[in-house]
């Protein structure tokens, strides 16, 4: 096909209000965002998400005094919110699931986290290939998984690398180091360099990715980001004051940790990055890339499949109907004596 000519027309025609058109519909209709954490018990995930959303969206694991039982996520759990922040909503599936790592056979622990993202690509691409599918098909794919490494300051373990190949091929994932505030700058830097070595040795691709579709400032922001990934970061949902303004931030016998000051902490990069610059890719990510994917396997799997059995019908051998002592082939549901 030749390529088009651009032409300026000589009077308004009105087609460049199709951008507000597509905004008052999408407003409409909302938006959906996916998010799911994996890490091990007590490394944060529910109070870093509640302070990402400016919301208490999930009761926290954590343990207010020594005396109070230990809390665990013991099964994957879905908690839906919807948000709305000048005139958009945005609902916010949270998907928690159990601390892997936590018994002393972790053999093949990862199994049900994988299994769920698995079976949400699943369920959309059956409802997708039904013949009369929903206008607008109910998405449960995981746009996000947000993964926690503990504030070692050594370096992954191997089960976190096990864990992140299984992940990586599924969702777009981001690594974030929760707590961060229990290590000294020092001891953080060196960890996150340590970690971005592994990632690079185990050949361990993590969001944002670059294509060929990107322009100079979106390969810039990218490439800002994954020199920051992992994320270091600090939840809180407690008030506390700085200077006579109240902020979200952690006492500790050293100080104050204020969550949203960027001297602190990654907390405000990782929140613009996730919510005002990269929400749409992630969820488009998902659809072009990771569940393409899983899709074209599926189908490819499914045609190999009908291949063999077509191959298996056409080699089994046919015996002569009516033939003494045998009844012969008959069509399914009749026999010989069905006097049909």
């Known amino acids: 096909m ?8 000589k009077n308004y025609v009105g087609f460049d209000s199709i951008t507000s058109q597509i905004e008052k519909k999408l407003l409409k209709r909302g938006f ?5 954490c994996v890490g091990p018990t007590g490394s944060g995930k529910s109070t870093l998400i509640n302070t990402l959303f400016s919301s208490h969206l999930i009761d926290s694991k954590g343990r207010t005094s020594p005396a109070e039982p230990i809390h665990q996520t013991t099964e994957i759990q879905t908690v839906s919110h919807m948000i709305e922040e000048n005139g958009v909503r945005l609902q916010l599936n949270i998907v928690d699931t159990p601390g892997y790592g936590d018994k002393v056979n972790n053999e093949r622990c990862w199994d049900p986290i994988v299994k769920y993202l698995k079976d949400q690509h699943s369920a959309y691409l059956r409802k997708e290939l039904t013949a009369q599918r929903e206008r607008y098909i109910p998405d449960t794919r995981i746009h996000c998984c947000l993964f926690f490494i503990q504030p070692t300051g050594h370096s992954l373990k191997p089960i976190d690398i096990v864990v992140l190949k299984k992940l990586m091929d599924l969702t777009n994932v981001i690594p974030v180091i929760a707590k961060s505030d229990a290590l000294t700058p020092d001891e953080l830097s060196a960890f996150k360099e340590r970690i971005r070595e592994e990632f ?20 810039a922001m990218n490439a800002h980001i994954r020199s920051m990934v992992p994320f270091a970061v600090v939840g809180s949902e407690t008030d506390i004051v700085i200077n006579g303004k109240s902020v979200r931030g952690r006492k500790n016998r050293w100080g104050v940790i204020n969550v949203e000051d960027e001297s602190h902490c990654e907390f405000i990069s990782l929140r613009n990055f996730l919510t005002r610059t990269h929400l749409q890719d992630l969820i488009e990510s998902t659809s072009l890339i990771h569940y393409e994917t899983f899709r074209a396997k599926q189908l490819l799997s499914l045609k190999e499949s009908n291949t063999q059995q077509q191959q298996a019908d056409r080699n089994r051998p046919l015996s002569p109907a009516g033939s003494a002592g045998n009844p012969g082939i008959y069509p399914r549901g009749l026999s010989a004596g069905s006097g049909h």
């Open 2 to 9: 030749a390529s088009a000519e651009t032409v300026q027309p």
């Open 200 to 219: 690079q040795a185990n050949h361990l691709r993590m969001y944002p990715y670059d294509s060929e579709l990107l322009d100079e400032d979106e390969r």
């Open 32 to 36: 959906q965002f996916n998010v799911m």
